[in-house]
């Protein structure tokens, strides 16, 4: 049995709520879903009409299994969409949120991506400023060959929408579009998952056309580069500049022409991806990133030189992931001790965390180092698949430059 | 972002007068951040102590406290001390005073608390009183089909 809730105060007897005006109580639609918001309108009269004037498209968490349910969702969309234009004259669009998963390739590729594109072309002739779209696909492989199975293709709309804020694409093709001049001098935040651009050139004109990014997250993305271009495309975009870039996150990103240079003013930096070597060109360009506190880096055959880059880190993570054991021992080379002291285990290196280890001669020589440099470090963190004793006491006995340094070794 | 606020840069003290009389003083950055305050402020210059009618003193604090101390981990935490109606009177006090991230922050908080909930239970929990008749009650739920559909009881 409900227990009834007994409250002191008069107030909670009161609807205050209805005392606000329109606008306030349209301002806490905005933060439900779509969903939510439409269903305010039996709360009472007063509700009836709020939801036409918020200005968003929220579907965060949409499951599509059945012929009905994509009937039924798209209609819902569609009469949201005519709903506020018609009765609320709505013709302004913030933000477009919507997050998908089908069950097969059919209620996709049929039912589903083609009135996804109506709504991304509707939404950016509205001044968007937040545009979320993420697509998902199961049972793909049965039916692979009846659909060009390859991500759909994304409105080239999109790219005429200078208003965007943020972008956050997941399993699109982009083709059809020229990025020669192309511009979104408004965007700061880049989230791209699986989207397929036809020419590697197309990308790097993307982010050449992003002067004020400041937070870029690029995975699951790859592109094949023949000899011939690649030094072309390393040319042209040599002195690509992010001068507000503060976050950069590379997952299975590989792209041989995209020059480290321009993430030097980022904070934080996470590459984790097989192809480091060719994320970074050897070091014909030094870039020293002169922000960056954070860095987790997949592993990388030159470390001396990676400190020497970051004066001011702080804390340092180092994984190798997917490392293929024949790939590693290819990368393997001596350890190279740096002829001094990088200034990051000097002054400002506090914590250091090593996932995967293995007992690779290298990899003990480059914990060992920092632990005899690193001045102030109070953590040195590592994890490994199997216990490892001898790796343990060589550890152990040696000797650390910070008195209040923690060693943790962690299987 | 907040601003920094210093004491050396703008030493002037305000009064605010809340609704029931409690008197605060306030330093005149602080004060400006109330965009209500500064249209009074800009009207008559010397003007020492400002009435504000629409709100109690315990919520003029609670204002005051998170114009001073506003940033990203403070505005996480802040809503989680207050009840419903605590949240609700603190954000007419922050749409008369016209801060706008208050106003932001406490309708985040509004909307997480109702999310995902029945239209029962958000009756409840504003006193709404549900004035639609069962007809139409039931001809809005079936023009919007797809929103009505597996929502918590609760």
């Not at chain 1, 579009?177 to 791209?192: D, E």
């Not at chain 1, 993305?221 to 690509?240: G, I």
């Amino acid at each position: 049995m409900r227990r009834l809730k007994n409250s002191t105060a008069a107030a909670s007897t009161v609807d205050t709520i209805s005392s606000l005006p329109d606008a306030i109580l349209c301002h806490i639609l905005y933060f439900l879903t779509t969903k939510e918001a439409v269903a305010t309108s039996i709360l009472s009269k007063r509700w009836i009409h709020l939801w036409h004037h918020v200005h968003n498209l929220n579907f965060p968490d949409i499951k599509v299994e059945t012929v009905r349910s994509s009937v039924l969702f798209n209609e819902f969309v569609y009469s949201v969409l005519l709903s506020r234009e018609i009765i609320a004259g709505y013709n302004v669009m913030n933000s477009f949120t919507l997050d998908i998963r089908y069950d097969n390739p059919h209620l996709a590729f049929d039912l589903g991506f083609p009135n996804i594109r109506k709504w991304i072309n509707v939404a950016v002739q509205r001044k968007l400023e937040h545009l979320c779209i993420r697509l998902d696909v199961d049972n793909l492989d049965d039916n692979g060959l009846d659909y060009d199975a390859d991500y759909p293709n994304l409105p080239v709309s999109i790219f005429t929408c200078r208003t965007l804020v943020s972008l956050d694409l997941c399993w699109f093709r982009v083709k059809g579009f020229s990025f020669s001049g192309f511009q979104f001098p408004s965007l700061k935040t880049l989230n791209l998952k699986w989207v397929n651009f036809s020419k590697v050139r197309d990308f790097m004109l993307f982010i050449a056309g992003c002067p004020i990014l400041e937070d870029l997250h690029i995975s699951q993305m790859d592109f094949f580069l023949e000899k011939d271009s690649l030094t072309l495309q390393l040319q042209e975009f040599k002195r690509l500049s992010l001068p507000k870039l503060k976050r950069a996150e590379f997952v299975q990103f590989g792209c041989q022409c995209f020059p480290v240079n321009a993430l030097s003013t980022v904070e934080y930096l996470c590459i984790n991806t097989l192809k480091v070597n060719q994320l970074q060109r050897p070091y014909d360009v030094v870039t020293i990133f002169h922000n960056l506190t954070d860095l987790l880096l997949h592993y990388h055959n030159r470390w001396d030189l990676v400190l020497h880059q970051c004066p001011k880190l702080q804390n340092l993570q180092l994984s190798k992931g997917l490392c293929d054991p024949m790939w590693c021992e290819k990368g393997q080379e001596n350890w190279v001790e740096p002829e001094f002291v990088p200034q990051c285990l000097l002054s400002s290196l506090r914590s250091c965390t090593i996932h995967d280890f293995s007992d690779l001669q290298s990899e003990l020589m480059l914990e060992q180092y920092i632990l005899k440099n690193a001045i102030i470090l109070q953590t040195m963190t590592i994890w490994c698949k199997t216990e490892q004793p001898e790796m343990e006491s060589k550890l152990s006995i040696c000797p650390m430059a910070s008195e209040t340094c923690e060693l943790s070794l962690c299987c | 972002m907040a601003e920094e606020k210093s004491q050396a840069s703008s030493s002037k003290m305000l009064t605010l007068k809340a609704s029931d009389g409690v008197l605060f003083e306030v330093e005149l950055n602080i004060a400006k951040e109330m965009k209500t305050v500064q249209a009074y402020i800009d009207d008559c210059e010397d003007i020492e102590t400002i009435p504000i009618p629409n709100v109690l003193g315990k919520h003029l604090a609670i204002v005051i406290e998170y114009i001073k101390k506003t940033n990203e981990e403070y505005d996480a935490e802040f809503e989680k001390q207050w009840n419903m109606d605590d949240l609700q009177l603190l954000l007419l006090a922050a749409n008369y005073l016209n801060i706008s991230g208050l106003q932001e922050c406490l309708c985040k908080a509004i909307a997480k608390r109702i999310e995902n909930k029945s239209p029962e239970y958000v009756r409840k929990v504003f006193n709404i009183e549900n004035d639609h008749s069962p007809e139409e009650e039931a001809k809005l739920r079936k023009e919007y089909k797809w929103a009505f559909e597996g929502v918590d009881k609760d």
